[in-house]
């Protein structure tokens, strides 16, 4: 279900992009129809019964360029979000799988640790890299040598993982353990809903996100403070909101005790 979700997003943003990409064109072929109909360098006759279409016709014409640089200015706007969306590999909490990604992340970054503190134990006691080594841990550690030069008297280099990379990966493994812990004691939150000042507020575990329905449209100071404590107005739902946390529960009931 995440996936499918996932995948409707990136194609309800190239579809608009298309849509952009359709109207530029509309925009672009009535600039020309316009234009081809306008004599070349025919001057604006003062006072002639035409100067009033000839100014028109300069306006539509301008309107529609701007309407078509505009489209065109979206379509990209949307496909590049859609590329990013395609390209991130970032797991979603909105993810019902993200606790086990994360898990296999965890493993994986433990290995690359402990793989980095062997090569460190054998460059110490032999002065080389080992044999046997996995191309892309080899090519980390000779591009550190490389920028890390040698030192001392000896000449000898210095470690192919200096210790900030390990405490770097360390820093990262600790994180996403906490994350885990964070996610797993979620995993029995339940959707609920309440009212207040006649806003509907909806605690959705489910796509993860705290969603505010107004019975009308916000005055626009609300949706000022809405927009400033991070939610955002989603058509498709037709609601204001953002991703669950207290912090989401708390800045909205704050905004909504100030609605009349």
């Given at each position: 279900m ?14 608009a ?11 672009s072929?009535?600039?020309?129809s316009i ?5 070349f360098g ?7 019964h ?8 300069i306006?539509?014409m ?7 640089v ?6 990209e ?31 994986g ?34 591009n ?14 210095k ?9 770097n990966?360390n ?10 812990l ?14 207040v000042?006649?806003v509907?507020i ?14 009308s449209i ?21 609601c ?16 909504i005790?100030?609605?009349?």
């Amino acid at each position: 279900m995440y996936e499918e979700r996932r995948q409707a997003r990136i194609d309800g943003l190239r579809n608009a992009a298309s849509r952009s990409l359709i109207k530029a064109d509309s925009h672009s072929r009535r600039f020309h129809s316009i234009s081809d109909m306008i004599p070349f360098g025919q001057p604006i006759l003062v006072g002639h019964h035409s100067e009033k279409h000839h100014r028109r016709d300069i306006e539509r014409m301008d309107n529609a360029l701007r309407g078509a640089v505009e489209e065109r200015e979206k379509a990209e706007c949307y496909t590049e979000r859609a590329e990013a969306a395609e390209s991130n590999r970032t797991i979603s909490s909105d993810d019902p799988q993200a606790a086990e990604k994360i898990k296999a992340k965890i493993a994986g970054l433990e290995a690359n640790q402990e793989l980095m503190k062997s090569v460190n134990k054998t460059f110490k006691q032999t002065g080389r890299l080992p044999e046997e080594l996995p191309e892309k841990v080899k090519a980390a550690a000779l591009n550190n040598m490389a920028v890390w030069g040698k030192t001392g008297l000896t000449g000898t280099y210095k470690l192919p993982f200096p210790s900030y990379e390990l405490t770097n990966n360390n820093g990262n493994i600790s994180r996403l353990r906490k994350r885990v812990l964070k996610l797993e004691a979620h995993k029995e939150d339940v959707t609920t809903e309440k009212e207040v000042n006649g806003v509907k507020i909806v605690d959705n575990v489910f796509e993860n996100r705290l969603q505010l329905f107004f019975p009308s449209i916000p005055t626009v100071e609300t949706r000022t403070k809405l927009k400033r404590s991070g939610f955002h107005w989603s058509p498709s739902v037709g609601c204001w909101q953002r991703q669950r946390s207290n912090a989401a529960s708390y800045q909205a009931e704050e905004i909504i005790k100030e609605v009349k």
